[in-house]
């Protein structure tokens, strides 16, 4: 069956970095776009980051433009994002969906499989 697994997250002085995974199993990769979600305590659920089917189009909120960066390896099932320059403002679950099409989108209507998530926190 189609499982997607989130590693990765932890606690992170602001102006850190973590590399968050999204091991996938149960499905080829190469043949769905991917993307990266999170949810802050009693905040809903946000879009972060979609990557395509082939890794050539990707696409980030406003509010982590320049400082995450998405991308995949589909020979190893796995899709990443890189975070940088954490600001405590980042501290939520993140998880990781699978499209429902090649190409991804910011609706998470448009994603089918979710992992179970990465608490990233970020605080001195």
């Known amino acids: 069956q189609v499982q997607l697994v989130e590693s990765g997250g932890g606690l992170v002085q602001p102006g850190g970095s973590l590399r968050l995974s999204c091991a996938a199993s149960g499905f080829t990769t190469s043949n769905y776009a991917m993307g990266w979600f999170r949810q802050a305590p009693g905040k809903e659920r946000e879009f972060v980051s979609h990557i395509s089917w082939s890794g050539s189009s990707t696409y980030y909120t406003d509010s982590v433009k320049g400082r995450f960066t998405i991308s995949r390896d589909n020979a190893k099932n796995t899709v990443y994002l890189q975070i940088d320059s954490l600001k405590p403002e980042d501290t939520a679950v993140y998880y990781c969906?699978?499209?429902?099409?090649?190409?991804?989108?910011?609706?998470?209507?448009?994603?089918?499989?979710w992992g179970q998530g990465t608490q990233v926190t970020v605080s001195s």
């Open positions: 969906a699978r499209g429902r099409a090649r190409y991804g989108r910011i609706w998470s209507e448009d994603y089918d499989y």
